[in-house]
């Protein structure tokens, strides 16, 4: 791959890039957890929300200027982006602006595919004057350096370039897969294919797209017209844009593993859906290990959020019956853990954990409180909930069944709605 590492030459370009993050989607396999937020305004890693990763990366990469595309349950998304992302300045030319979907075409539609949801705010695109246009999703948990996939783009002459990881062959019918030429050139696009096709030479692996693309700027403007022209389309980059400019464009796959951000000792390059209970489950879960696969603490690269200013987690009572005490957790501020043992989980801000409780490998979303005697093994607990004393989760498949969700790999889902059923 022939990136230039000269990163004088790229910066002038981002400052002429515009991101576009895509924060409309449903994410309907978080069941309950998606029932308040879009799925990028979901809470993760004790005090971000899965947005900050996709934002920071922006801002660590020299993109300053970003608009964030909402739909669906976007209040929780518009407020979190309005309280804690405002700090950039208009009059430098940077900002973050929200553009909700807000029927501004003739049709009178919400926004239909992501393509639609980008051809709708045309007009304010344009008004920008980007030279590339960054398309991204708002709901993957990663740590990327934007500035090197357009040094890749830039020294490609691409017209659009798409980024991509290798992902297990079994998991690849849920991505856009493709092949690609011995420059890297791609050759193939198949949305979702029931049956994808390896990387050659590597039967197990497929090649995925991320969901991320830098156009430039006028090419785009052109695509998303000529699909609004069409009838048979979904309006989607993945389904329609992206395959339609296979062979009749320059379309360039850019390696993940050439912009990731690691870290020393890192094990893999970190890209996570966290679309799934389990999935989420164990991605929160992993940060509470000694040596997580994402570091958080890395100053080099920070991930930027909003919190309210909280006091700092409090641990009380020392008695060998009653012991406050969290190991191999995380534990957000304005938590107070009182004569309760909590092990290999993370606690949201401000939880309550009571005398005699045991909290294991669970996941407790902010503001709960878990009552005395209560013992919950594997489970995430929703935002708010108020855990009765002495209820046992985690330990009966049956009963957690009965009462919860309880997820393929045995993680019990537990919301506030769920637990006023069990009191009525
Ligand atoms: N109507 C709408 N308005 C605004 N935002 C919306 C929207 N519909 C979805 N979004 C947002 O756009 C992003 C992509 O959502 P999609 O549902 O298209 O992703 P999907 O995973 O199906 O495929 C895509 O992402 C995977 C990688 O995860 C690729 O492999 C695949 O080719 C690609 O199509 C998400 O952040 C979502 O929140």
């Known amino acids: 791959m022939s990136v230039s590492n000269d990163n004088l030459s790229v910066n002038p370009r981002l400052r002429r890039t515009l991101a576009l993050v895509l924060a409309g989607g449903r994410g309907s396999r978080l069941k309950s957890l998606t029932d308040w937020h879009a799925k990028p305004a ?38 979190h982006i309005q309280r804690g992302w405002g700090f950039l300045r208009g009059e430098f030319n940077e900002f973050i602006e929200l553009l909700p979907a807000q029927q501004r075409t003739d049709g009178e539609n919400w926004y239909k595919g992501t393509a639609d949801a980008v051809f709708q705010n045309l007009d304010i695109i344009r008004a920008h004057h980007p030279e590339f246009v960054l398309i991204l999703a708002g709901d993957h948990v990663y740590k990327m350096d934007y500035g090197k996939m357009l040094a890749h783009h830039l020294a490609e002459g691409a017209d659009v370039t798409v980024a991509c990881i290798e992902v297990p062959l079994a998991d690849a019918s849920g991505f856009g897969v493709m092949a690609v030429d011995d420059a890297d050139n791609v050759i193939r696009f198949d949305e979702k294919p029931a049956h994808p096709q390896p990387v050659p030479g590597k039967p197990d692996k497929a090649l995925a797209s991320m969901g991320i693309y830098i156009f430039n700027a006028q090419f785009l403007y052109d695509q998303l017209k000529i699909d609004s022209d069409q009838s048979d389309t979904e309006n989607d980059f993945g389904k329609n844009i992206i395959p339609s400019l296979i062979g009749r464009h320059k379309v360039l796959a850019h390696r993940f593993q050439h912009s990731c951000v690691m870290h020393d000792g890192a094990r893999e390059h970190y890209w996570r859906d966290v679309g799934t209970v389990d999935a989420y489950w164990e991605a929160n879960i992993d940060l509470t290990t000694v040596t997580p696969s994402l570091n958080i603490y890395d100053d080099s690269w920070p991930i930027w959020t909003y919190q309210a200013q909280l006091p700092p987690a409090k641990f009380v009572f020392d008695s060998d019956t009653r012991r406050g005490m969290a190991v191999d957790s995380m534990v957000s501020g304005g938590c107070i853990i009182s004569g309760a043992v909590v092990r290999r989980s993370l606690l949201y801000s401000n939880v309550r954990v009571n005398s005699y409780c045991l909290v294991e490998d669970s996941v407790v979303l902010p503001d709960c409180d878990i009552g005395r005697h209560a013992r919950l093994q594997k489970c995430i607990v929703d935002q708010g909930c108020v855990i009765p004393p002495g209820l046992v989760a985690g330990e009966d498949p049956a009963l957690d069944a009965k009462r919860f969700y309880r997820s393929e790999s045995g993680i019990t889902l537990i919301t506030a709605d769920m637990l006023k059923k069990l009191e009525g």
């Open 42 to 79: 979901v809470p993760f890693a004790g005090k971000f929300r899965i947005i900050d990763f996709a934002l920071s990366n922006c801002i660590n990469s020299g993109i300053r200027r970003i608009g964030v595309l909402t739909q669906y349950k976007a209040h929780t998304l518009i407020q």
